[in-house]
Nanobody
Framework: QVQLVESGGGLVQAGASLRLSCAAS????????MAWFRQAPGKEREFVAV????????FYGDSVKGRFTISRDNAKSTVYLQMNSLKPEDTAVYYC?????????????????????WGQGTQVTVSS
């Protein structure tokens, strides 16, 4: 079992940066792919980024590629999402998610059904 708690959301102006954190509890953290998804009002949940267990493999959604960076600290059981050059269209609730222990490539873990564990979400609002 894995419990996830996100933090770091807030209200910022376009062009600003934010760093989201996701603290995980559970013995499987270091062996699981970890991802961020987001959901804007009235829209489907969208894949943002994923990092595999070794942190050597990452993959990003097209809308955030080049602006966002995902990373993890297995010693702290924490995954981060550094968000730079934020845009109003980045406004959403951001969710952290954990997959079951695996050894796959990061690009193979972009679907919601692959993640049985989810945090409660943190709101990010970007004003123009």
């Amino acid at each position: 079992q894995v419990q996830l708690v996100e933090s770091g959301g807030g209200l910022v102006q376009a062009g600003a940066s934010l760093r989201l954190s996701c603290a995980a509890s559970g013995r499987t953290f270091s062996t699981s792919a970890m991802a961020w998804f987001r959901q804007a009002p009235g829209k489907e949940r969208e894949f943002v980024a994923v990092v595999t267990r070794s942190d050597s493999s990452t993959f990003y959604g097209d809308s955030v590629k080049g602006r966002f960076t995902i990373s993890r600290d297995n010693a702290k059981s924490t995954v981060y999402l550094q968000m730079n050059s934020l845009k109003p269209e980045d406004t959403a609730v951001y969710y952290c998610a954990a997959a079951l222990p695996s050894n796959g490539r990061a690009r193979d873990y972009t679907r919601e059904y692959q993640y049985p564990y989810w945090g409660q979400g943190t709101q990010v609002t970007v004003s123009s």
